[in-house]
């Protein structure tokens, strides 16, 4: 999914709870990039195409509104297929 990082004040009243279809997706991790003070990382699995037990991404999770849904977690990235969040200005 794409947000323009003015959604960012909307992450912390909502969880996103819909795919890019429309469709409603369950709990579960969604690689965002972002760190839990809302900073941009460099931890993002080489640009989202690594999955690399050596490799870092920050993470979120979908049934979380505020910091929760973009940044709850920094995990490796060999931890198997997750949604990818992206944010631009």
């Given at each position: 999914?794409?947000?323009?990082?003015?959604?960012?004040l909307m992450l912390t009243l909502a969880a996103i709870?819909?795919?890019?279809m429309g469709e409603m997706v369950g709990p579960a991790v969604v690689w965002?990039?972002?760190?839990?003070?809302?900073?941009?990382?460099?931890?993002?699995?080489?640009?989202?195409?690594?999955?690399?037990?050596?490799?870092?991404?920050?993470?979120?999770?979908?049934?979380?509104?505020?910091?929760?849904?973009?940044?709850?977690?920094?995990?490796?990235?060999?931890?198997?297929?997750?949604?990818?969040?992206?944010?631009?200005?």
């Amino acid at each position: 999914m794409l947000f323009s990082l003015g959604w960012t004040l909307m992450l912390t009243l909502a969880a996103i709870l819909v795919d890019e279809m429309g469709e409603m997706v369950g709990p579960a991790v969604v690689w965002t990039g972002f760190h839990p003070n809302q900073d941009p990382q460099l931890d993002h699995c080489l640009a989202w195409t690594s999955e690399s037990i050596d490799e870092f991404g920050f993470s979120g999770f979908t049934q979380n509104a505020g910091v929760l849904a973009t940044s709850g977690t920094r995990g490796r990235c060999n931890t198997g297929s997750q949604r990818v969040y992206c944010f631009e200005d």
